[in-house]
């Protein structure tokens, strides 16, 4: 053998997109990174050089990733390729493709990132117990919500089909329905609506992982103060939920069976639920880790780095979970939100730290800016991370450290405020 070719890396991971705490999870997990992002200062410097590569590149660009993956994978080939973010997602699975490495294919994958897709995908299957319609123009979206408010009698969910981040979904009625509509372009209504049934109950995430075909469940994440009308936020998440046996089982195996419906093989999935007298109905599901830092409260409760451990199985290392993974302890986030305006106060109580099991709390908009009022994900205005061995304790202590924070906000005109485009997927709404 020569000394090039002993010398060259067992495993390239080529990661699509990231943040610097997922780089370094990659560079733990494979011989070399190869590092395709679209903004690679946000990345360390330490980090950057610690790549083998790394390629500024539109990682929503499908076509130029896969051409520049390709003309790499000539002298620095690819063991396989991963994404964290919805925005990098179709890139990653399109160069899994078009490379033939380990990672979940382009078909898979396209079936997350499309509500119509994946309804379609379990239609007349166990996993159909959610009544919905397509709807590509107004009158569509008309005819949707008159059928299903007259079939369940009760008002509708109508979001976008390739939504995130909790953006213009909508619960309506043949009342608003005119309202809800004048908030559509024609060309965001000519990408997709879906108009569901809305499900009652309590709202929950599933996080599972999967290593080479192999699902595993590794807890059931609470959502906080669920997401309701009018905009459908999320305020918080504790993780692991409490669940009996019996509803765990079924999540558990309507889960895995969505996930190899999906052909989902490798890596986090996050598969939000309702659960309506025991019964889990699927609401939504994404080939990647949990956002709002769900992905931390796992680290966090479990002891273990699952994103790590994925990556890990996915470069061909040796990575393996028992069946059911114990926590440790709990783990939760809290938001604050509010109505928006131009800060006047941003601050941390220093008491905060005298709170046990404070992990972080973070200031999203600071004093003198502009926040805009909480309507979606990117809008929430600060959060905290807290842990705690018991679960009455954790929620008390999540309160009290929520309280001391404050993010006041003097109003202005609303149209200041509501006017901005869609957000990046940035370190605070990662989804
Ligand atoms: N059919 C439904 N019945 C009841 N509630 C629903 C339904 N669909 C969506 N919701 C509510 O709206 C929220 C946002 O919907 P969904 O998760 O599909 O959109 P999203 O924009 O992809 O969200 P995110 O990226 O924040 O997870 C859900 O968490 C849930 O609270
Ligand atoms: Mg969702």
Redesign the pocket.
Known sequence: MTDARRDAPRTRLLLVGGWPAIVEKALRAADEVVLFHGNPTEIDPALQDACRIVQPIDTQDETTCIQRARTLHRTHPFTGVIAVRDVDCMAAAGIRDALGIAGNSRASVSLTRN?ISMRRALSNGPLDT?AWAAAYDRAEVRAAVARLCAASGKPV?V?PAS?????N?RLVSRENVEAVLATHTDAGLADGLIV????EGA?YSVETLSLNGHHHLLGVTEKLN??RAPY?V?EGHLFPARLTDTVLVDIRARVFRLLDTLGITQGLCHT?I?VDEGIAHL??THARPA?DRIWRLMELALGIDPIEIGFTALVGRPASLPETVPAVRLAAIGYVCGDGGRVSTASVDSSIHEIPGLVESRLLFQSGAMAPPTQD?YSRHAFVIITNARECALRDNLETALSRIKVLCTPVPSAVVAQRPLPPQTENAR?
Do not use: A
Request: aromatic share 8%; proline share 8%.
């Open positions: 509500k959610v969910i979001k939504g995130r981040g909790s953006l979904v569901e049934r809305f499900v709202e669920p997401p459908f999320e939000e309702k609401i939504e956002g994900s989804k």
